[in-house]
């Protein structure tokens, strides 16, 4: 049993994460904005109400002058130190992984917000982008279908908990939206091509395989979400690559 | 009040600027829709010749702007679009009355649609600016352009070309206009504020087109194989796919992307390549280009109309800086396989193939991947018929090229004279587009037709040959030895004739002239298909070149039906029996007759006519069906009215058959096909069986006069009906006489006050459907057949009673009951099957020449009336 003091987890500049008793607790800093701890609460909340296994969120309040949510903390391991620390399992756990994306994207989305919308204003808010660029990206955002599907937008392995009991729960929601299932595939297949190019491969291998969705499709997304990951590039060497990824040009 | 002015912004850069101009615009699309051919012709002239002046700078300007291209290739892109575009509509009416005939009575004007969008591509940002504004001029259409942002500026510039010459030469201010700083949501705008859009660009554009919900003629991405077969000029190919590929740096739609070549030519195609200087990747090269190209399966946009030699430096590849082509030798045609792909530029896929087939099967997969409904390209000997049309019939693409560059081919005018030229080529429903042409002027004008009404054709038909007069069969039967020199005579009659000797006079005749013979008696009264095919197969035996039909209705229809099966043993008995809403536009072709055979018709009763008609009724007991079949090909080629014959009539059959006559003069009288030369034959047949049946009823064989001219009534009135049709009073009689076993002129007498009453309302339900029948005019057609007959009035409706009334006193004078019911048919049993034997007597193919159109509710209550002997002028509806 978890006893109730404070256990800090993680401490950044911009946040601080500890754990107290059954509670996971973020507390923002005084600059972060009040609406998004407040909209963070409201998708976990819906994606709760749809009955995925999610850490549900127990309250918004003001904790030492900066805004705090508190969520379930829960027992296990994540998937990501999983497949660390089973090199001989990963295979197993990258089909696991897959497994629980397709399973979430299952469920209907009622009530948050559309990803189109959402990469629409990620292009539109990009400073330095040459309006050519920006116009057949915008073309190419346009032309794609609105779907319900639940996603994540940041479906990677550390926010998967397994269980002691085999059971999964996915946390941190705060990016979720409705919409394309390959849309959300192309956002983690970016994540893993920074990491490492080969896995990233193997995986949208995988996934098109279990969810089938043609990987020709998931690939007409990743223009969209490599311009929404721009502003986010850690390095030049990202930089460069998201580059490359949203200058095409759409066929005439 | 004064009208509201608004300010147009100079610059479009915002959705309110746009509204105002797009507003600004139609303003001056109203009054360039007033203008003429000759003043439109001005200004298309104009802004022509202004647009090919400026292909140079205009081309530098694309390249330029754009980094893509080939300012030479622009420079013929630009002349192509200014000349070659005025060239085809030169002379083309695109205003008001372009096409009319006036015998015919149709007129096709033409009008403009109004405001277009046009969405213009990177790729060829001038030429199709020229082309869409020139078209849009042509057809008195405004013209909004949404340039792409890379090429806005040179996009801009050629409009302002054609715009500054067509408002020179008269065109309104204001007529072409653009956005200046694009962006997706004004384009968005243009396209759902246009009236229509001419979306030049890829998948996504046209999507965006479509869902604009304006009508869009947009166009999709091309992918285009090109097969080179065993049977090609080696050189030609290689040589046209180069020329083609390279024509501005190969970013021309309808490019090739790949070249399949059949295995026994491939080495000679390669070299010639090779000799040509195209090279061929090698090793690692085919993966550094690959990944260079494409990239996660787009296309990379800095490849987009480059050199070859540029593309290779971007792979780390090295080549000579002259090369023309990249050339991947791959395998799959898959779309993981990055040479599949269309590329839009100088690099090009090259497959072997085996078997005809393979390279059949790639290069479909090529186009259903990449260019669905685009373009697809075969070299060929073309003495080769077969394998070019089964190339044609395998590719799903609307442009299908052969011997000849596709890039140039496919726009048209310059490798095919009969191609349109044009520079947004339609994939139809393939590539989800609405049009799989080279669209053109012609999709931009809304046509309208104006129809002006005319009467249809009409016709007299009758049998060659129509002899009458007491005494005048075997006169008229010499024929067919002396003239004719006939050697087989069959005839076809029923057994009581035969017994009774009617036949012998004819026997006797035959013999005489030494024409063999012999007899099919077994007819029975309402003849079915099994007594039918029995005569069939008698005759076909006896193969004659004389079928003579003796007797009433049943032996001449059942004799016609012999004939058809005779002549065309394999034709569809159903076929034949399709009804009809005009005889001329049946699906079913009647098969020609007389090939065997010629056909004598000898009436015995004076009723049916059916000597002079073109239809017989047979029964199929088996499944049920009584098929009128109707069509000149069973009109008798002779007939022969010859009192003699009639004269033993009993007093049964002539009552029926009389009323029968008058029922068909009636009916084709006011028929909506009647016409002056059925007229003159229906109202001769009312008055002599006026005059003659009660005598012929009354007096039997002792009265030769009225025998004789009742005779001819029945063939005039045939005659009259033959052409005229009949209406719903036979409708009714037909399914009252198979549902209750009533002789047919009886069944119409029953029925024929309450019909006459229905047709003669003033002011009907439906009238029915004819171009000549201009109005309810039924009244006044019975009034005429009255005043024909004396009967008095002085008005119609008075006239009208006078006829009813005389119609009644000759049913009573000739033993015509009352009612349905007084012929003993069982209430109950009536009235449980009025509403099928209705429903029946609706689909009657006699219905259709009625002059009203009836509903089934109203032929009910007639049958109801007609059960019960009601006074008929209980019709009030």
């Known amino acids: 049993m978890a006893e109730n003091k404070k256990v800090i987890i993680v401490e950044r500049s911009n946040k601080t994460v500890y754990r107290e008793g059954d509670v996971l607790v973020k507390v923002f800093a005084k600059e972060h904005a009040k609406s998004g701890v407040f909209n963070e609460a409201h998708i976990t909340s819906l994606v709760e109400s749809y009955g995925v296994p999610a850490a549900a969120v127990r309250f918004v309040k003001e904790i030492d002058g900066g805004w705090a949510i508190g969520v379930d903390f829960i027992e296990g391991e994540t998937l990501a130190e999983k497949m660390k620390n089973e090199p001989d399992n990963f295979d197993a756990l990258l089909e696991k992984f897959v497994d629980i994306q397709v399973a979430v994207s299952k469920f209907k989305a009622v009530g948050l917000r559309n990803t189109v919308d959402k990469r629409a204003e990620e292009i539109n808010a990009l400073p330095d982008l040459d309006p050519s660029t920006r116009y057949e990206l915008m073309q190419r955002l346009h032309g794609m279908k609105r779907h319900t599907k639940l996603c994540h937008g940041d479906f990677n392995p550390s926010n998967i908990i397994l269980k002691e009991d085999g059971s999964w729960v996915v946390v941190d929601w705060s990016h979720a939206t409705q919409g394309n299932a390959g849309a959300d595939a192309a956002l983690t297949y970016l994540e893993l091509t920074l990491q490492d190019p080969a896995l990233a491969d193997k995986y949208l291998k995988l996934y098109s395989k279990k969810s089938d969705i043609a990987i020709q499709y998931i690939q007409t997304w990743m223009p969209i979400v490599a311009a929404g990951q721009l502003t986010k590039a850690k390095t030049d060497a990202e930089k460069e690559l998201l580059t490359k990824w949203i200058s095409i040009a759409e066929y005439q | ?877």
């Open chain 2, 1 to 877: 009040m004064a009208e509201k002015t608004v300010n147009v912004p100079e610059v479009i850069d915002s959705v309110e600027s746009l509204e105002a101009r797009m507003a600004a615009m139609r303003k001056a699309q109203a009054v360039f829709a007033t203008y003429s051919q000759e003043q439109v012709d001005k200004i298309f002239k104009a802004a022509a010749t202004a647009a090919d002046k400026a292909r140079i700078p205009l081309a530098k300007m694309a390249v330029a702007e754009t980094g893509m291209g080939l300012v030479e290739d622009k420079v013929i892109k630009n002349h192509y679009a200014a000349e070659y575009i005025y060239h085809a509509y030169e002379h083309t009416k695109t205003c008001g009355v372009i096409e009319e005939d006036p015998v015919y009575g149709i007129k096709k004007i033409a009008e403009p649609i109004g405001l277009i969008a046009a969405v213009i591509p990177t790729t060829n940002p001038t030429s199709t600016a020229i082309f869409k504004t020139l078209i849009c001029l042509k057809t008195r259409n405004a013209i909004i352009i949404s340039p792409h942002p890379r090429a806005k500026k040179s996009t801009i510039a050629a409009a302002k070309v054609v715009l500054d010459a067509a408002v020179a030469a008269g065109a309104p201010e204001g007529i072409i206009s653009w956005i200046d700083v694009p962006s997706l949501e004004l384009t968005q705008t243009v396209m759902k504020d246009s009236d229509c859009i001419l979306a030049t660009g890829g998948p996504g554009m046209v999507r965006a087109a479509y869902s604009s919900g304006k009508p869009a003629l947009g166009v999709g991405a091309g992918n285009t194989p090109v097969i080179i077969d065993s049977s090609a000029d080696i050189r030609m190919a290689v040589n046209s796919i180069i020329h083609s590929k390279t024509f501005d740096n190969g970013m021309i739609c309808a490019s090739e992307q790949s070249v399949t070549v059949m295995a026994d030519i491939y080495d000679k195609v390669k070299e010639e390549f090779a000799y040509r200087g195209c090279y061929f990747l090698k090793g690692e090269e085919l993966d550094k280009v690959r990944k260079t190209i494409l990239i996660n399966g787009a296309l990379n946009a800095k490849i987009v109309g480059q050199s070859a030699y540029k593309i290779a430096a971007m792979a780390g590849v090295e080549v000579p800086e002259t090369t023309k082509v990249l050339i991947g030798e791959v395998e799959s045609v898959d779309i993981s396989e990055e040479f599949a792909h269309e590329k839009l530029s100088p690099v090009l896929a090259m497959y072997k193939a085996e078997t005809w087939e393979e390279a059949l099967d790639k290069a479909d997969q090529l186009v259903r991947d990449g260019g669905f409904g685009h373009t697809a390209s075969l070299f060929i000997n073309t003495d080769e018929t077969e394998k070019m049309a089964e190339h044609a019939n395998r590719m799903k693409a609307c442009r299908i090229l052969i011997n000849t560059p596709s890039a140039q081919g496919g726009i048209g005018d310059i490798y095919n004279f009969k191609l349109l030229p044009s520079l947004t080529l339609g994939c139809g429903s393939y590539g989800g587009n609405s049009v799989s042409h080279n669209v053109g002027a012609l999709d931009l004008i809304n046509i309208k037709t104006v129809a002006e009404r005319r009467e249809n054709m009409l016709w007299f038909r009758t049998p060659e040959k129509v002899y009458f007069k007491k005494g005048c069969m075997p006169v008229a039967l010499d024929e067919l030895g002396t003239i004719m020199h006939k050697k087989r005579a069959f005839i076809v009659t029923d057994s009581f004739l035969y017994k009774n000797g009617n036949t012998k006079q004819i026997e006797d005749k035959l013999d005489q002239m030494g024409i063999v013979h012999t007899c099919f008696y077994d007819v029975q009264p309402d003849p079915t298909l099994k007594n039918a095919l029995a005569g069939t197969a008698q005759m076909t035996a006896f193969e004659p070149d004389v079928i003579i039909a003796l007797g009433g209705g049943s032996a001449m229809d059942a004799a016609k039906i012999m004939w058809v099966l005779y002549e065309n043993p394999d034709a569809n008995f159903s076929d034949m029996a399709m009804d009809f809403m005009d005889i001329r536009k049946r699906i079913y072709a009647y098969p020609k007759m007389g090939k065997k055979a010629y056909f004598v018709a000898i009436p015995t009763s004076s009723g049916t006519g059916s000597e002079v008609t073109p239809f017989a009724i047979i029964t199929d007991s088996d499944a049920g069906i009584k098929y009128p079949l109707a069509d000149y090909e069973l009109l008798p080629n002779m007939a022969i009215v010859d009192t003699n014959n009639m004269m033993t009539q009993p007093k049964g059959l002539t009552s029926a058959s009389g009323i029968d006559v008058m029922t068909h003069a009636l009916e084709a009288y006011v028929s909506m096909m009647a016409s002056d030369y059925t007229d003159s034959l229906a109202l001769k047949a009312t008055k002599l069986v006026f005059n003659y049946l009660p005598r012929a009823y009354e007096n039997g064989a002792n009265d030769v006069e009225a025998r004789d001219h009742m005779a001819n009534a029945s063939c005039l009135a045939g005659m009259a009906f033959a052409n005229a049709f009949l209406g719903i009073n036979h409708s009714l009689a037909h399914k009252l006489g198979a549902f209750h076993h009533i002789a047919h002129g009886v069944a119409n007498a029953l029925v024929l006050t309450y019909v006459m009453r229905y047709n003669a309302k003033e002011v009907p339900t439906r009238m029915g459907t004819f171009p000549q029948y201009q109005y309810p005019h039924t009244l006044k057609r019975y009034a005429e057949i009255a005043e024909f007959n004396g009967l008095g009035g002085k008005t119609d409706e008075e006239s009208f009673e006078n006829l009813v009334e005389a119609i009644r006193k000759l049913k009573k004078a000739i033993g015509i009951k009352d009612s349905i019911k007084e012929y003993g048919v069982d209430e109950k049993y009536f009235f449980d099957t009025l509403d099928e034997m209705t429903e029946q007597a609706f689909n009657d193919q006699c219905t259709g020449a009625n002059p009203r159109y009836p509903l089934m509710e109203e032929m009910k209550k007639i049958y109801t009336m007609a059960y019960y002997g009601e006074p008929d002028t209980n019709v009030t509806f």
